[in-house]
T-cell receptor
Framework: AQSVTQPDIHITVSEGASLELRCNYS??????LFWYVQSPGQGLQLLLK??????LVQGIKGFEAEFKRSQSSFNLRKPSVHWSDAAEYFC????????????FGAGTQVVVTP | KAGVTQTPRYLIKTRGQQVTLSCSPI?????VSWYQQTPGQGLQFLFE???????NKGNFPGRFSGRQFSNSRSEMNVSTLELGDSALYLC??????????????FGPGTRLTVT
């Protein structure tokens, strides 16, 4: 069955430390891949996306993600976390033949400590 | 460009009633998708409309329906509300990307509470 897995439900990181959020997917072909961030009571903001080409993609707010086909992964990273990065992060996949329909992971809640 | 707007932002309804939520996409976007977000089930796809046609539908009962107008604005309707329909309903709009894929931009959501 097609699935998107975010293994970490909750991550606590110190301000200034690096952050890595994991995402694995199970699909027959390489889907479109996205990372979104959601602050409390807000909608989702697109951080970055992967369609094809260069496997390291840069996004907004200093985030980057690396697509690894062999591992069916699309992990999100940030070298130095700021207190404002505290939020919930969602990995999502979209199929090339099912435009407009995203399947989301369960989300990872990131807490930033001083 | 203005972002995706959703009205109303908050709504309280009683079991058995029906509700209509509205979404105005980013100008020029022809695709509108709807999602339901709950603590237990997470983000789930409801349906997607493109140029007034429903192209994709998620696994929700027929009580959930939608439509899209010629100006790309979309509405979703939930009839015979149940307590379990309490959720944040998110709308997203998109257009094809020049790099071959698509990017969905989300509105702030409508928080529906069913009592």
């Amino acid at each position: 069955a097609q699935s998107v897995t975010q293994p970490d439900i909750h991550i606590t990181v110190s301000e200034g430390a690096s952050l890595e959020l994991r995402c694995n997917y199970s699909y027959g072909a390489t889907p479109y891949l996205f990372w979104y961030v959601q602050s409390p009571g807000q909608g989702l903001q697109l951080l970055l996306k992967y369609f094809s080409g260069d496997t390291l993609v840069q996004g907004i707010k200093g985030f980057e993600a690396e697509f690894k086909r062999s591992q069916s992964s699309f992990n999100l990273r940030k070298p130095s976390v700021h207190w404002s990065d505290a939020a919930e992060y969602f990995c999502a996949v979209g199929l090339t033949d099912s435009w407009g329909k995203l399947q989301f992971g369960a989300g990872t809640q990131v807490v930033v400590t001083p | 460009k203005a972002g995706v707007t959703q009205t109303p932002r908050y709504l309280i309804k009683t079991r058995g009633q029906q509700v209509t939520l509205s979404c105005s996409p980013i100008s020029g976007h022809r695709s509108v998708s709807w999602y339901q977000q709950t603590p237990g089930q997470g983000l789930q796809f409801l349906f997607e409309y493109f140029s007034e046609t429903q192209r994709n539908k998620g696994n929700f009962p027929g009580r959930f329906s939608g439509r899209q107008f010629s100006n790309s604005r979309s509405e979703m309707n939930v009839s015979t509300l149940e307590l379990g329909d309490s959720a944040l309903y998110l709308c997203a709009s998109s257009e094809p990307s020049t790099s071959g894929g698509y990017e969905q931009y989300f509105g702030p959501g409508t928080r529906l509470t069913v009592t």
